[in-house]
């Protein structure tokens, strides 16, 4: 099993997101997996322009860091999603590797992979990052089996609490793919996705050519 830490913060090895991240690689290493975290803020990922060239030719129109960084996040079984609270939000680096992620929605490559995703903030809110986070990745079609968080800046030592919960979870992750765990709520999410999506992809089965014969291999549509 390959496990993947993608991780958002733009302090480096200052970041206490990091420092969450390699707790919950170090348990899927221990668990297992092989291991990779790469650090997108060292990347050059631009913003999306909305082309749809990757709903048409199934590949972007850009030229850059993201096909490498989207490369290792679909050879990958597990990911790790990790990104600090930015104003109630994940940061400007996640949210643009997000966007540029559109076709895996469209086309739920994530399926078959399971996620978790970790954030720390300085006062609070680092459930409604995991969230959101959690909820781009069962939107991909992925499974998802938690989150960790901690508010350092209201009180530092959570982070170490937090560090055990994450490498207890990256062992976890590890466990979840191996058994194929089913998470019911999250399958009805997926099922109801593909029901009120497949009309729009038959619509536009001539301008979204890639999306539309992904579908029809699927045998969504």
């Known amino acids: 099993m390959k496990v993947i830490g993608i991780i958002a913060s733009p302090r480096g090895k200052n970041s206490s997101t990091l420092r969450l991240l390699e707790a919950a690689i170090e348990g899927a290493y221990q668990a297992g997996a092989e291991v990779e975290i790469v650090d997108i803020t060292k990347f050059r990922i631009n ?30 079984d597990g990911i790790i999603f990790g990104s600090p609270n930015y104003i109630d939000s994940v940061t400007a680096q996640m949210k643009t590797l997000m966007d540029r992620m559109s076709d895996a929605k469209h086309c739920q490559l994530l399926d078959g992979k399971y996620g978790l995703t970790i954030s720390t903030t300085g006062g609070g809110g680092e459930e409604m990052v995991i969230r959101y986070m959690n909820d781009f990745l069962i939107g991909c079609g992925a499974t998802v089996i938690g989150g960790v968080g901690a508010a350092v800046g209201r009180d530092p030592p959570s982070i170490n609490a937090a560090m055990e919960k994450a490498f207890m979870m990256g062992k976890d992750l590890v466990s979840a793919f191996s058994e194929k765990r089913v998470y019911p709520e999250q399958e009805v999410i997926h099922r109801i996705f593909r029901e009120n999506f497949g009309p729009t992809i038959r619509v536009n089965k001539e301008k979204w050519a890639h999306d539309y014969l992904h579908w029809v291999q699927k045998g969504w549509v």
């Open 47 to 76: 913003y999306c322009k909305g082309c749809g060239s990757c709903y048409s030719k199934g590949e972007c129109s850009q030229e850059d860091d993201f096909s490498y960084v989207m490369d290792k996040i679909l050879d990958s």
